[in-house]
């Protein structure tokens, strides 16, 4: 039996609280530590994941740019993704990122999926299956970005027309007839159109072969003239008269040519640079002569002030990088009638810079490539027509040279967005 004495001793002990807290704390570390490092391994995996999740958006939004500047090419946007994982890796993150990149140029879309393990801190095992992170990311553009061609008639048919073998190669821009009649844009007989887009305000005419088996958009709105705001060139007094060099061999410098410029046949003339003023009268290129200038643009104005270019003589031009005539080739004066600029030369190669004609007719009738050795070739004309066998080449390498593009054709302000 225990004694009476004792039994005040074992009360105190049953009665005192001393070391539970340090009890409970040795039962429960174990639980504490793994719910917090649980917290932790959670934390970092949507940390991770919102990271990734960076990485697709912002390479979805660069890919889909430059895909769409390189006539929605896939290996453009996968470049563009693999530059964003790469520059990912040099800030530091650690394992293999597995990207699918897809392209779908008639949504102008490009979707980018990023697939990565994650590693967990404490709690190993919880984060099971690979991988255990996938995000997608889509972006749109709102329009295309390289525009090459703008037919500005609203109302006739054939304002953009290609027949008999004609063709546009224009595979990285677009080509846009303003025209609301059902047959605004026509490729006929064996012609062929090559565009990233054809684009109708009205309809068109041909079958899917002379588009390159993807026919035209209709009923696209119209694209506004995109130099309408351009200031012309001062005409000043007249440098010549009714200029006719036969068989002339030399340098002509700019200025304003009153009735005309023709040059005849087996002439090899070098243009100085600098504007050259048509006036009253027609630009004329007579076969077998060649004509060459840098830096030069040609102002038409006044009465039958067009342009030919006789069918084997060699002509090239690059537009003017500065002055009233920056970027063009030729500038159409407003006011002037409705008048007809004709190439038929086989050695057209080089025409670089925007040919403008508001009031103008481009008639290409040629049996050869036409501007296919210029850096880019623009054209804003009121109609675009070929015929017989021209091959019409719209490049659209604009790095390649100092000649700047006017604003509204070639790369344009291309509005990337996401999807989700």
Same mark, same amino acid.
């Given at each position: ?22 009890? /409970? ?5 174990? /639980? ?7 917290? !932790? ?38 470049? #563009? ?50 991988? &255990? ?44 007839? @303003? ?8 490729? =006929?007989?064996?012609? @062929? ?68 410029? =023709? #040059? ?12 050259? !003023? ?28 067009? /342009? ?5 003589? &060699? ?79 719209? @490049? =659209? ?24």
């Amino acid at each position: 039996m225990i004694e009476a004495s004792l039994l005040p001793v074992l009360r105190r002990l049953l009665e005192c609280t001393r070391g539970h807290m340090a009890m /409970m704390t040795g039962i429960l570390a174990p /639980m504490l530590i793994g719910v917090a490092g649980g917290a !932790i391994d959670v934390s970092a995996f949507m940390t991770h994941k919102t990271d990734l999740q960076d990485i697709a958006d912002a390479s979805a939004l660069g890919a889909a740019k430059e895909a769409s500047l390189n006539g929605w090419s896939t290996s453009a946007a996968v470049a #563009i993704v693999n530059g964003y994982l790469e520059a990912h890796k040099r800030s530091g993150a650690e394992g293999t990122v597995a990207a699918k990149v897809e392209v779908d140029p008639f949504k102008k879309q490009v979707t980018v999926t990023l697939e990565q393990d994650h590693h967990p801190y404490f709690v190993v095992g919880y984060f099971v299956g690979s991988p &255990q992170i996938r995000v997608s990311s889509a972006a749109q553009t709102n329009n295309n970005t390289n525009i090459c061609v703008i037919g500005l008639e609203k109302a006739d048919a054939a304002t953009v027309s290609l027949e008999t073998n004609a063709a546009i190669s224009a595979p990285k821009c677009s080509v846009y007839s @303003n025209s609301l009649s059902t047959s605004g844009l026509t490729s =006929t007989g064996n012609a @062929n159109l090559v565009a990233q887009l054809a684009c109708s305000a009205g309809g068109f005419a041909g079958v899917s072969r002379n588009y390159n088996y993807q026919n035209p958009l209709t009923d696209c709105p119209e694209v506004a003239d995109p130099l309408a705001s351009r200031a012309p060139p001062s005409v000043g007094s007249c440098r010549e008269t009714d200029a006719d060099y036969q068989h002339f061999v030399g340098n002509l410098q700019p200025g304003v040519y009153c009735g005309g410029l =023709t #040059i005849r046949a087996s002439s090899d003339v070098f243009l100085k640079p600098g504007i050259y !003023i048509i006036k009253d009268g027609p630009l004329v290129i007579e076969s077998s002569s060649v004509v060459e200038g840098k830096g030069v643009g040609f102002y038409f104005t006044g009465k039958n002030a067009g /342009m030919l270019f006789g069918s084997s003589s &060699q002509v090239d031009i690059e537009a003017p990088v500065t002055g009233p005539l920056a970027g063009l080739v030729t500038f159409q004066d407003r006011a002037s009638a409705e008048t007809d600029f004709v190439i038929t030369s086989n050695k057209a190669r080089k025409l670089l810079g925007t040919i403008y004609l508001a009031n103008g007719n481009l008639i290409v009738d040629a049996n050869n490539k036409v501007a296919d050795a210029s850096a880019y070739t623009a054209i804003v004309v009121r109609r675009l027509r070929l015929s017989k066998g021209p091959n019409l080449v719209l @490049n =659209t390498d604009y790095n390649k040279t100092l000649v700047p593009v006017p604003e509204g054709v070639g790369p344009q302000a291309t509005t990337v967005h996401l999807l989700y």
